[in-house]
């Protein structure tokens, strides 16, 4: 069993930037897929930002491409979000997902708000 836990989330003015970390327990998720997701008010869930556990390549949707950074630290079993330029479309709760051949684990979720 994977807890994960999304911290980082809060109140920025566009054009502001965010950390969000994702710290997991229970398991190392070194060798986990993990992506970040996020829902806005009465929108579907979307994938945001993805990373493979074997290569370390990075993945993003189109929308954040330039502005938005994943990255990991294995030793701390840790994922970030590093998101730069923030735009009012970018509030939304953001998910943490960490996804191991049958096994899919989601945190709560943070939430990011952009002001104006």
């Known amino acids: 069993q994977v807890q994960l836990v999304e911290s980082g989330g809060g109140l920025v003015q566009a054009g502001g930037s965010l950390r969000l970390s994702c710290a997991a327990s229970?398991?190392?998720?070194?060798?986990?897929?993990v992506g970040w997701f996020r829902q806005a008010p009465g929108k579907e869930r979307e994938f945001v930002a993805g990373i493979s556990w074997r290569s370390g390549t990075t993945y993003y949707t189109n929308s954040v491409k330039g502005r938005f950074t994943m990255s990991r630290d294995n030793a701390k079993n840790t994922v970030y979000l590093q998101m730069n330029s923030l735009k009012l479309e970018d509030t939304a709760v953001y998910y943490c997902?960490?996804?191991?051949?049958?096994?899919?684990?989601w945190g709560a979720g943070t939430q990011v708000t952009v002001s104006s």
């Open positions: 997902r960490a996804v191991f051949s049958a096994w899919s684990y």
């Open positions: 229970g398991r190392t998720i070194s060798n986990y897929a």
